[in-house]
């Protein structure tokens, strides 16, 4: 991961909380009246990234994610559950193939397979 993967977005509001928009981006909003900003990542990620508050809580983050492609082999980070990646059903789901049938994994509990 290089320091373009990872975008910091400071909030110009002092009480603020953020929301990600149905679309592409995140909405950071004043909690004192109805003022609000929209922000996104870099239009070249696509749909590869997802976002934080920073750890000083003092605005968001966004990271660049790798894609993952159908029929892409990978393992459950939980418990070692092998599977096959069948298609994206969110911004960070995924349908996957198990030994036990379909089901829908967050992407940060995915593994690929190297190999």
């Not at 990620?45 to 492609?69: C, Q, S």
């Not at 960070?92 to 690929?112: F, K, M, R």
């Amino acid at each position: 991961m290089t320091d373009n993967d990872r975008i910091i977005h400071k909030s110009p509001f002092s009480e603020w909380y953020a929301t990600q928009d149905a679309s592409c981006g995140v909405w950071l909003c004043d909690k004192t009246n109805d003022q609000k900003i929209k922000i996104e990542p870099p239009a070249q990620w696509e749909a590869h990234w997802t976002w934080n508050v920073t750890e000083d809580g003092m605005g968001i983050y966004f990271k660049r994610t790798p894609p993952l492609v159908p029929e892409t082999k990978m393992f459950s980070r939980l418990d070692g559950e092998p599977g096959i990646i069948l298609c994206r059903v969110g911004p960070n789901a995924y349908e996957v193939a198990t030994d036990d049938g379909i089901e829908i994994w967050d992407e940060s509990d995915i593994q690929p397979v190297e190999e």
